[in-house]
């Protein structure tokens, strides 16, 4: 891609954790001195921009709500030319650093169009089950970054961290994976420095 804005996908189940971690990721991208875009993706409401825009970490012109009427997947790798032209639309009115492109709640196998952005992240739970890495969804697998949330509750609902650990060390041996709880502020801190080292510094913006 060409793109003057590194574009960063997000992607994941439902209620993995990615508006969160958008909303903990706006501050430190602010902190560095980078102006971010967010654009989000759902089915048939514009709930997850409306929330973002709410939130007062960023300016509401700088968010887009994508309605995908169809499977999330879809916009994001069969055929994301509803959020190219988004990203398009954000850069062209605005100088931005990075856009992130949050996917619609999907399932284990979403990916992104190389098409529509230059590195991507996958969010799962612990509260979704430990048996999730040993599924292989291919969002998991091939995604640049792994962030497994909520270990925060791993005592509460019975699963294993260190089974997940190792199943994911399994699946992903040559990527990176980060554990946290994005209910707390810091939550997204390393989330962020391997970003800035793997999709921001390697696309030149600094």
């Not at 991507?120 to 970054?145: H, N």
Request: glycine share 8%.
């Amino acid at each position: 891609m060409s793109a003057k804005a590194v574009r960063i996908g997000i992607g994941g189940p439902v209620g993995s954790g990615k508006t969160r971690l958008i909303e903990r990721l706006l501050p430190l991208i602010h902190e560095a001195g980078l102006k971010p875009a967010v654009i989000t993706n759902d089915l048939v409401t514009l709930e997850d921009a409306l929330r973002v825009k709410a939130s007062g970490l960023i300016e509401e012109t700088l968010v887009i709500g994508v309605e995908t009427g169809a499977c999330p997947h879809t916009a994001i790798r069969e055929d994301p030319s509803v959020n190219i032209q988004a990203a398009d639309t954000l850069e062209r009115e605005n100088p931005l650093d990075l856009i992130l492109i949050e996917s619609g709640g999907d399932n284990l196998a979403a990916t992104f169009s190389s098409e529509l952005v230059d590195y991507w992240i996958f969010v799962i739970d612990c509260a979704a089950g430990d048996d999730i890495p040993r599924k292989r969804g291919l969002g998991m697998l091939q995604a640049d970054l792994l962030v497994v949330n909520k270990i925060d509750l791993v005592p509460h609902v019975g699963a294993d961290l260190d089974r997940i650990r190792h199943d994911v060390q399994i699946n992903r041996p040559q990527r990176p994976t980060i554990y946290t709880n994005l209910r707390s502020p810091e939550g997204a801190v390393e989330v962020f420095k391997a970003m800035k080292t793997d999709a921001l510094f390697g696309c030149g913006v600094h």
